[in-house]
T-cell receptor
Framework: DQQVKQNSPSLSVQEGRISILNCDYT??????FLWYKKYPAEGPTFLIS?????DKNEDGRFTVFLNKSAKHLSLHIVPSQPGDSAVYFC???????????FGKGTHLIIQP | SQTIHQWPATLVQPVGSPLSLECTVE??????LYWYRQAAGRGLQLLFY??????ISSEVPQNLSASRPQDRQFILSSKKLLLSDSGFYLC???????????FGPGTRLTVT
């Protein structure tokens, strides 16, 4: 049973436009959500997070939106740049030291 | 600043051989430590986590084991590797307060 779902395996966006990556979750106990970026053969790097008490968090070109009623979050990247091409993982936590639950990732391709 | 090291970077092992992957963290004390695996076409699967020396929790029953002999050292082992153990192994740490986990560079394991 997949508790964190990223239904788009890949997404292609033109350079300079907005990239929107989506994530859905099923576990109501999740109270903290994170986005990670991963290049091939490297470990994921933390991008941005949001607590369940908020509905938006912004950091430079990256904004994460959380819709708790729909159990949905999204990552917006504006403007998209070539270096943004990577796999993006959505992750969720219910607190405690038992790790994060990850989605399968979305491969974002920024086209020139 | 904190850094996390993993070695080896790549490993090719025959079926039935033993395994030992090592992870060390610098610049922090008493971190929570995690082992994840990313198999081909799949997300990140939590294998083990540890909240302290000698304390190991397993998330997935398998032929792998983990140990934490020192505060900032985490080891992933197997007595006999299976083909299905192939994948990208990632070590991660956090301090349990802000939920963000920070990942090492990973080890690419190929079992032949």
């Amino acid at each position: 049973d997949q508790q964190v779902k990223q239904n788009s395996p890949s997404l292609s966006v033109q350079e300079g436009r907005i990239s929107i990556l989506n994530c859905d979750y099923t576990n109501s106990m999740f109270d903290y959500f994170l986005w990670y970026k991963k290049y091939p053969a490297e470990g994921p790097t933390f991008l941005i997070s949001i607590s369940s008490i908020k509905d938006k968090n912004e950091d430079g070109r990256f904004t994460v939106f959380l819709n708790k009623s729909a159990k949905h979050l999204s990552l917006h990247i504006v403007p998209s740049q070539p270096g943004d091409s990577a796999v993006y993982f959505c992750a969720a936590s219910g607190g405690g030291a038992d790790g994060l639950t990850f989605g399968k990732g979305t491969h974002l391709i920024i086209q020139p | 600043s904190q850094t996390i090291h993993q070695w080896p970077a790549t490993l090719v092992q025959p079926v039935g051989s033993p395994l030992s992957l090592e992870c060390t963290v610098e610049g922090t004390s008493n971190p929570n430590l995690y082992w994840y695996r990313q198999a081909a076409g799949r997300g990140l699967q939590l294998l083990f986590y540890s909240v302290g020396i000698g304390q190991i929790s397993s998330e997935v029953p398998q032929n792998l084991s983990a140990s934490r002999p020192q505060d900032r050292q985490f080891i992933l082992s197997s007595k006999k590797l299976l083909l299905s153990d192939s994948g990208f192994y990632l070590c991660a740490w956090d301090v349990g307060t802000y939920y963000e986990q920070y990942f090492g560079p990973g080890t690419r394991l190929t079992v032949t």
